[in-house]
């Protein structure tokens, strides 16, 4: 897909066309900054040519390397021509349009990003040696995808602070392959580890991270400077071999921009981070790879704020609930306080504040467009600018045939459904609204109001919070 060209006034209207200021790529659509990334502008081979700006001078190709049909080749030239006819009138749009089936993988090989199948003999050892060597890899969990760097690295972490455009005050989650290797990292009284060894053994391997005081071996990197730190152990089997493989814990966040919808797929990861300067290997296939959960995990910090005295406080929702917490610490006889989390609430900048937990800023997993909370309460909505609905159990039902497009997370209600793809509708919401963008037009995405079906129901509650906060709270 051709990322969306921003419209052009008069005043930007190029004398020449070799003054263009972007390079659009056909086959790996790619947008970039001629001057910044060095790369040829499309206006300056000849307009018949649908080449490819990455360097392919020598033939056309998808993004398998098969040759690029005829068919293709064509609406390739048309696309190009039409926007450069645009951009000279001083209107450029062009559209996330498919040109070759696989131009997210072409992308990978020519940037920053370097792809690698699953499905490779030796991929994740390959992957392993990456990490050890202090390199950053992107790879599959069982919520969603991670950048994943070695704990005794601080060049690697600063990487991924550096890649993903991330504040040092949100902290990083570790990844461990076996309960007995989060002991390298938390530091815990007697209380504090029954605690702790109780959720483990109820929700490991699985999405529940546990925050407790954090080793003085641990990077400040890693905890903010909290002096806390957070570790999980995915049941992914891609995420336990390569951590195994790799003989240390991981450090891994999201593996998107920060702040952006998080990625379940590893074209969402080499679309997020293709642009930025950071080496990256990517450890995934075409398909979902088993992020089923497709939420972050739940976060739980193990507080003691009174020799003996455990409070169990949730910093952030997720798929392990509060009540099986609670379930968790009865079974066992553990008298333990739990505390539940909260719906978003406003915060500062993350550059102001050190952060409990990721997930906590009032505006995450937010897509590119604006966003806004829609309350099938008040559905008078009336608006001449083109909208995108992302729908729960037909909330929005009603907004359907005057939406560009539409998408219900579950027909059925279904709050599993509907975590499991969320994030991959946020970003089919954030394209559908750039591909209806128009010069004078500015697209917007409408989620539904959950507040009330969310009572009683922990996951949809979940679920919910990443709604919220992906529209910044804002209502119409």
Excluded at 193 to 207: E, H, K, T, V, Y
Excluded at 314 to 329: D, N, P, Q
Aim: charged share 20%; glycine share 8%.
């Amino acid at each position: 897909p051709l990322a969306v060209v921003q419209p052009s006034g008069p005043s930007a209207r190029a004398s020449a066309l070799d003054t263009f200021p972007l390079s659009l790529c056909l086959l790996c659509s790619r947008r970039s900054d001629a001057s910044r990334r060095g790369l040829p502008c499309l206006a300056s081979p000849p307009l018949s040519l649908p080449r490819c700006c990455c360097g392919d001078e020598d033939k056309n190709t998808d993004g398998d390397g098969t040759p690029l049909r005829r068919g293709e080749a064509m609406l390739a030239s048309a696309v190009l021509r039409l926007a450069l006819l645009s951009m000279v009138t001083g209107f450029l749009t062009v559209h996330r349009s498919i040109v070759g089936g696989h131009g997210w993988r072409h992308l990978a090989r020519r940037s920053a990003v370097r792809f690698v199948d699953i499905g490779e003999h030796q991929s994740v050892d390959a992957a392993a040696e990456v990490l050890r060597r202090g390199g950053l890899v992107a790879f599959p969990t069982e919520t969603v995808y991670g950048l994943g760097a070695c704990i005794h690295s601080e060049s690697a972490l600063a990487s991924v602070f550096e890649a993903k455009g991330r504040p040092r005050t949100d902290p990083l989650i570790v990844h461990v392959a076996a309960h007995e290797d989060a002991e390298q990292v938390v530091d815990l009284s007697p209380a504090a580890r029954r605690a702790f060894q109780c959720l483990a053994r109820d929700a490991w391997p699985g999405p529940l991270t546990l925050v407790a005081k954090a080793k003085s071996s641990v990077s400040e990197l890693v905890t903010a400077g909290s002096g806390a730190v957070g570790v999980r152990m995915p049941s992914h089997r891609v995420a336990q071999a390569l951590i195994r493989a790799v003989g240390s814990p991981v450090a891994a966040p999201s593996a998107n921009r920060f702040g952006h919808v998080s990625p379940t797929r590893a074209e969402h990861v080499v679309r997020d981070l293709a642009n930025q300067p950071v080496p990256v290997t990517v450890l995934g296939d075409d398909t979902n790879t088993g992020c089923d959960v497709g939420i972050e995990s739940t976060v739980l910090r193990i507080e003691e704020p009174h020799p003996g005295s455990i409070v169990a406080r949730v910093l952030r929702a997720g798929a392990v609930t509060e009540s099986r917490i609670r379930t968790c610490f009865e079974a066992a006889g553990l008298s333990v306080d739990v505390v539940g989390a909260q719906v978003a609430v406003p915060r500062v900048s993350p550059a102001d504040e050190v952060q409990a937990s990721p997930g906590q800023l009032l505006k995450h997993y937010a897509p590119e467009v604006d966003t806004f909370i829609a309350s099938e309460r008040r559905l008078s909505f009336k608006s001449s600018r083109p909208f995108i609905v992302l729908d729960f159990h037909g909330h929005l039902a009603s907004l359907k045939a005057s939406a560009t497009a539409y998408q219900d997370l579950s027909p059925a209600g279904n709050p599993a459904e509907a975590s499991a793809g969320l994030f991959s509708a946020l970003r089919w919401a954030e394209d559908s609204a750039v591909n209806a963008a128009r010069p004078d037009e500015s697209p917007c995405i409408l989620v539904p109001d959950l507040v009330d079906a969310a009572e009683g129901d922990e996951l949809l509650a979940a679920v919910w919070d990443r709604l919220f906060r992906s529209a910044s709270g804002r209502r119409l």
